[in-house]
DNA sequence: GTGCCATACTTACGCTGTACGTGTTGTACG
DNA sequence: CGTACAACACGTACAGCGTAAGTATGGCAC
């Protein structure tokens, strides 16, 4: 009793926030997240649940964590040569690769409010791509509603709004600030739909006009197909 | 004791599952679908957790059944004349405002993996729409898969596979053959979808090719604005 | 040595969904 | 009218959850 917990402690390697997070995907992956406890996790790194506070702050905090785990398996751009559409399709096929590798990842996803650092990373350089290829702010703005978190490798709405359109003024122009050193790409939209929206209460995009021009352009597609496949056959 | 239970069990209104629906719905409405437990319910309705249960299997069919009284208020379409795409536009939107009224209906649905009768009714309507328009039935099915369930009045894919597609082949038949009479139109693609994949295992559709299919054609659309911005502007 | 600080452990609270057994009810039939 | 019955609300209980709060056990700086 007094020797035992001393041999313990010593060849015990201390927990850290990785070890945690990495735990708890391996037991998602294996169990199904449903089964992802934080008794389970503590379980699973021979730890009782509540040590696991001391690195993360909550089961929200784990499951952000875990996100972007699976975010950072994410292989960057081979290339930049080329069509702005093979370039983009190339890299949401590996970002769905990633995914599909933890079939529990896409429907987390939906759940989280925030996003988190590798999420932003992967969404700028997306960014990045179509401005690059020419598309202006509007546009740009519009194709990623559009594209929702189909350009995370499976399809659905991404985020409400912006973080939190309500919050202080100044922490935002703050927080863009930051922002737009690391992710130039996303800061440049960020302002541009605050800039647009100074006076308007609720959501920073008018959730309403993103979603009919995500489905306009999908009908517009299918009705080419449709006439395309009337002239070929009957 | 003696007088005091009968009394008030001669002016209790007898559950249902209809009213405990409505109470269900209601609570959500008011205080989010976080705070909605058996127990609140019952309390709800003035009668214990347990009691409910005589009218729903489990909170799961509670949810099921949550969902379907959201979906039924989805007025039917108004007419059926003109452009496939604004019958189609118009319904939609009909369906996203009977969505909207009940916040939580969009993250339940996601979370759900059987469609309930409403749904497939509304579904079948919208197949329906389009197969009348002149859309093959392979094209009708890639659209629905791209149209995911923006369908439904937001963005999200709908459910995992058609049903379980590993289970019993003579149910299956059997099932689709009941379902052909209320639902034609979907009973016509899922009947489509199982033969196509006779062989084959795992879901019943190819998920790859679909969401190929539905990615491109968004960056089609999106080239094609691209373009024509360039040609205006810059 | 001594004090400190990080961190792991223990206990406990209030909540969840729901299995099981009991009692009361309105209704159908002799 | 009396009785049997099926429906159904109730109460109790259990295993599990996230996590607040307090306690014990290190390694390390002085």
């Not at 294996?30 to 996790?41: D, T």
């Not at 702050?57 to 080329?82: C, Q, R």
């Not at 791509?129 to 509007?138: E, K, Q």
């Not at 959730?207 to 995500?214: A, I, S």
Request: with cysteine; glycine share 6%; hydrophobic share 40%.
């Amino acid at each position: 009793m007094t020797i035992e917990p001393q041999t313990r402690e010593r060849d015990r390697i201390p927990l850290d926030r990785q070890r945690v997070l990495q735990a708890a995907v391996q037991l998602a992956d294996r169990e199904g997240i449903e089964a992802l406890s934080m008794r389970r996790v503590g379980q699973q790194l021979g730890v009782e649940a509540m040590s696991l506070y001391n690195h993360v702050a909550n089961k929200e905090d784990l499951l952000d964590g875990m996100l972007d785990v699976v975010l950072s398996e994410i292989d960057p751009p081979l290339t930049d040569e080329g069509d702005w559409r093979r370039i983009f399709h190339e890299r949401v096929m590996t970002a769905r690769r990633a995914l599909k590798r933890h079939p529990w990842a896409s429907t987390v996803i939906v759940s989280r409010v925030n996003p988190t650092p590798h999420m932003l990373a992967y969404m700028d350089s997306m960014i990045g791509i179509v401005r690059r290829a020419g598309f202006s702010l509007d546009l740009t703005h519009h194709a990623m509603h559009a594209l929702g978190s189909r350009t995370m490798g499976f399809a659905q709405e991404l985020f409400e709004d912006s973080a939190d359109a309500g919050a202080d003024p100044a922490v935002m122009d703050l927080m863009i600030k930051q922002m737009a050193e690391q992710f130039p790409y996303a800061a440049e939209i960020a302002t541009k739909v605050r800039h647009d929206n100074e006076s308007v209460v609720g959501s920073g995009c008018d959730d309403q006009f993103e979603f009919e021009f995500g489905l306009n352009l999908i009908l517009d597609g299918l009705e080419r197909l449709r006439s395309e496949q009337g002239a070929a056959a009957s």
